[in-house]
């Protein structure tokens, strides 16, 4: 399984930027989606997740400026990222719990990363 994560880059306060995460390989459902973020010298921090019947959580950090979707049949998730404020600034992780086999346990994967910088 590999999750590709794009839609990171460089963007004025204020501004806004989507993410997209894709899953793909051996797949057999997809349960939990979800962002997290890390900055130099902290702990990975969850921003925000979707279940596969669509509930949402969101840290409190970010609710009311971004909104995690996904589309089951693409295996992708997104996350709108809008109002966007210099703290904001971190690596971006997609995150995935799924079964890759109708016999196999949940596992978590995770993508490599992707870059948002945001200037004051």
């Known amino acids: 399984v590999q999750l590709q994560a794009s839609g990171g880059g460089l963007v004025q306060a204020g501004g806004s930027l989507r993410l997209s995460c894709v899953a793909s390989?051996?797949?057999?459902?997809?349960?939990?989606m979800g962002w997290y973020r890390q900055t130099p010298g902290k702990q990975r921090e969850l921003v925000a997740a979707i279940t596969s019947d669509g509930s949402t959580n969101y840290a409190d950090s970010v609710k009311g400026r971004f909104t995690i979707s996904r589309d089951n049949a693409k295996n992708t998730v997104y996350l709108q990222m809008n109002s966007l404020k210099p703290e904001d600034t971190a690596v971006y992780y997609c995150?995935?719990?799924?079964?890759?086999?109708?016999?196999?346990?949940?596992?978590?994967?995770w993508g490599k990363g992707t870059q948002v910088t945001v200037s004051s």
């Open positions: 995150n995935t719990r799924l079964k890759d086999s109708w016999y196999g346990r949940l596992r978590d994967y």
């Open positions: 390989g051996s797949i057999f459902s997809i349960d939990v």
